[in-house]
């Protein structure tokens, strides 16, 4: 995500916090860079001027030139410039009023819509709430198909009707369903196409006009550029769209989309998908990503995932068995699959202030093989031999690493990691006197 402008600006921002005393022409001379990298970036290039102007204007006063550290202060502003081009605070979803509240969403052929509709769905449904997903598109009953397929996955209820004359017409009949059966919110899934035209939009107008949504949220793919943006911007004059959904962030090395529709538009961008499983769909931060963008990591984010997928009750065990010392291979390969459910290794290092900057760190895919060679070791053992790591003979050793793939020399490493971390835990207890342990945090790799 950002990698590539991510780089860039970090590289501009050593070389200034590298200067001993910064001025009007050094100064300049950066931000022509930082325009550079926007640009490369697909960031509207009216909306890139506007933001280096507003930059320079506060670079160029007294408060940063006369600071006791005028680097720092610039990248200050550039973070917080980044931030207020986002739109400054998270935009929540609108579900008030009186139920059942409709969510539109619309978008081109090929945007990720039908996806991320199930998304939504299963998003609002570990709220608590009881979603309806409707399959509005009757031009293609591919699309329809496929939302029935993700509502009984995530097991969400799906209203679609081959008998309806229109799209209007199978909207306000899952309206009337959801009122019935106390269903709320109901989350339209209308028709796309593969490139804007009137047909379209008188559809999804008429939609609007009979159905009333307090939100239409339009899902705009993040690697077509300035592309989502000059759609976003036509799918706005025609329907006053309430909000944005960007999709395939996690593959966007560019980011311009992000970084512009907001400007452009004045509507805020509420969700970003950051990967393919349902359960990838991110409220958009605009202070966290400025800070992903920045190199900053994203440590909240971080937290909020890892509480996703923590077991309150399994946290609880770990921590008692971390204190009584009686940590087994069996508790380490169920903190790796849980370290795994977060997502992928890249986006987590991400988050991490400062990692993505190291140098000489293995690549994320390297990362991800070696967590599965790990896995799959410990799969290859007994559940005595999990939990006794110290019965593994010579000729154990053989046959585990024959049954997961992998050479003897591989078992060997992780067990001595293993008994590595064993005795840094022990440490760790001692130090802390019987004291509460951290919850949440899964084992570190040596």
Known sequence: MFDNLTDKLNEVFKRLRGQGSLTEENIGESLREVRLALLEADVNFKVVRSFLDRVRQRAIGRDVLESLSPGQQVVK???????ALMGSEAARLNTGGQPPTVLML?????SGKTTTAGKLAKHLRAQGRRPLLVAADLQRPAAQDQLQTLGKTIGVEVYRSAGA????????EAVSLAKSRLLDPVILDTAGRLHIDEPLMAELRAIKAELKPAEILMVADAMTG????????????ALEVTGYILTKLDGDTRGGAALSIRAVTGAPIKFVGVGEKLDALELFHPDRMASRILGMGDVLSLVERAEQVVDAKQAATLEKKLKTQRLTLEDFRDQLRQI????PLEQLMGMIPGLSRMKGLPDSAQQEKELKRVEAI????????RQRPEVLNGSRRKRIASGSGTDVADVNRLLKQFAEMQKMMRQLVQRGKGGRLPRNMPFPLH
């Open 378 to 385: 410990i799969d290859s053992m007994t559940p005595g031999e």
């Open 77 to 83: 502003v550039v973070y917080e410039e980044l931030t």
């Open 340 to 343: 795994r459910s977060m997502g």
């Open 165 to 172: 004359g229109s799209p209007v017409a199978v909207c306000q």
């Open 106 to 110: 619309v978008g081109l052929q090929g």
């Open 226 to 237: 300035q592309d989502a943006v000059i759609s976003a911007t036509a799918f706005h004059q």
